[in-house]
């Protein structure tokens, strides 16, 4: 069996301007993001590359965009006859290519639920507060009590992203996130700041979004996945619709387990990494992760290109 599993990165990966200047790819490029903003009635394309960079960045546009950035690195992979994963694996939004990518959801149908999906989150919490901090050189076990010492009441601040050994992004209630951002700085983290986003994703505080999503995904078809998808939820793999309706629904109150996803997939026997989305984010926290593991991002020309050389 192969040694290689496929990577699809999640919110934060976008920008104005992503995925330009491969003009020999931009006919699967541009076909995947029309086919999204069909499903949505809105130029996708257009605002990816144009802007503004203002609506490109609210949370239910953001999510539609980097999907269709994820999966059409992916159809050009596939095209390209990329080696069949071992598994896959996406971080956060990130697991929806993934399903896609192994055929347990439908692309449109995709797009549709993570536009949804941000508005959901968005309007869960209110405007202002809620945060999230990134925390470098502090142990798991050190942010996690500073959290729950700093935790008063309804003011919670949680660990939400396990994303490399000494990084974790907390968020929560914005005076709770403050406070532990001041505790992490005490405690000796090398870097603790707040990041400019207002959704407190992977929190409780996200249990009012939970409802529509799992209305949304009881309405469309999931099938089993045709390669294991690892969730972010536990680290494993799920073949049942249901079962991983439940796993995309509870995604959004529970932690990102990032870390421990990769460590997964290396004992599992993987070896070697591509990334199918805009940016080099995931290589670059994998590379925190394992180093003897080969990462290889897809996030310019010349890397698409040398698929060809793989086949």
């Not at 203002?54 to 159809?75: F, H, I, S």
């Not at 929190?203 to 979004?209: E, S």
Request: glycine fraction near 10%.
């Amino acid at each position: 069996m192969d040694n290689t599993a496929i990577l699809f990165p999640g919110q934060g990966s976008q920008s104005v301007g992503m995925l330009t200047g491969m003009d020999e790819f931009e006919a699967v490029i541009r076909a995947t993001f029309d086919e999204a903003g069909d499903a949505l009635d809105r130029d996708l394309t257009a605002l990816v590359r144009e802007g503004p960079e203002q609506d490109l960045n609210r949370t239910e546009w953001t999510q539609p965009a980097v999907l269709a950035g994820d999966v059409a690195l992916w159809r050009i992979y596939v095209e390209r006859g990329g080696e069949a994963p071992r598994a896959m694996a996406g971080h956060s939004l990130g697991e929806y290519a993934a399903l896609v990518a192994a055929g347990a959801l439908d692309f449109r149908d995709a797009i549709r639920v993570v536009h949804l999906r941000g508005r959901a989150m968005q309007a869960a919490v209110a405007e202002g507060e809620g945060s999230m901090a990134a925390v470098l050189g502090l142990d798991d076990a050190e942010v996690e009590r500073i959290c729950a010492e700093t935790t008063q009441g309804d003011s919670v601040v949680v660990a939400a992203n396990y994303n490399a050994p000494g990084q974790v992004v907390i968020a929560g209630a914005r005076n709770a996130v403050e406070r532990a951002v001041a505790a992490c700085s005490q405690a000796g983290a090398r870097r603790a700041m707040v990041l400019p986003v207002s959704v407190p994703s992977h929190t409780p505080l996200m249990q009012p979004a939970t409802a529509p999503l799992a209305e949304a995904l009881a309405a469309i078809e999931v099938r089993s996945p045709d390669c294991p998808v690892l969730h972010n939820l536990d680290r494993q793999p799920r073949s049942d619709p249901d079962a991983i309706r439940a796993a995309l629904v509870d995604q959004l109150t529970h932690p990102v387990h990032w870390t421990g996803t990769i460590r997964s997939l290396i004992d599992d026997g993987v070896e070697r990494f591509v990334e199918c989305g805009p940016g080099r984010v995931l290589s670059g926290l994998g590379k925190r992760i394992e180093r003897t593991a080969t990462w290889r991002p897809l996030d310019d020309v010349d890397a698409l290109r040398g698929l060809g050389a793989d086949a």
